[in-house]
């Protein structure tokens, strides 16, 4: 029998609220877990997740997409389609397209940019190959 960890019933209902789409029950489950053991590995994956399908969940992908088309320098719209893209499996798109919205901004924008990317990063896992 493996024993229980000291975070497993944390992550347990982190877990199951994710699976039920509550979205704002499981990043607070996950901050939980994350405020006593900074560098959990399994509740930074799923913060990073729940905060992913939390934004994602009220967009409206046409309307995103149409928007980051029409719109190539507008980060805000480039970042809302990168969600939406990694939402759908699209990884590379997803990353693509945050690197060219880094390469082609500066200042705030820049920064904004590059800190969702590292969000995404997260969302993937360290260990993924397209992350190194």
Do not use: C, W
């Not at 990043?27 to 997740?49: C, I, R, T």
């Not at 507008?74 to 798109?93: R, S, T, W, Y």
């Amino acid at each position: 029998e493996v024993p229980a960890g000291p975070y497993d019933a944390l992550l347990e209902a982190a877990a199951s609220a994710l699976d039920a789409n509550d979205f704002p029950g499981a990043v607070q489950a996950y901050k939980n877990v994350l405020v006593d053991d900074p560098g959990n590995p399994e509740a930074k994956l799923g913060l990073a997740q729940a905060e992913l399908l939390g934004r994602v969940q009220s967009m409206d992908p046409q309307a995103v997409r149409k928007e980051a088309a029409d719109n190539p320098g507008d980060v805000n719209a480039q970042i809302a389609a990168a969600d939406l893209d990694l939402v759908g499996g699209h990884v590379e798109d997803a990353f693509g397209r945050l690197v060219e919205a880094v390469r082609r901004t500066a200042g705030d924008d820049r920064n904004t940019a590059r800190l969702r990317l590292l969000e995404l990063f997260e969302v993937i896992g360290p260990e993924d190959p397209r992350v190194t």
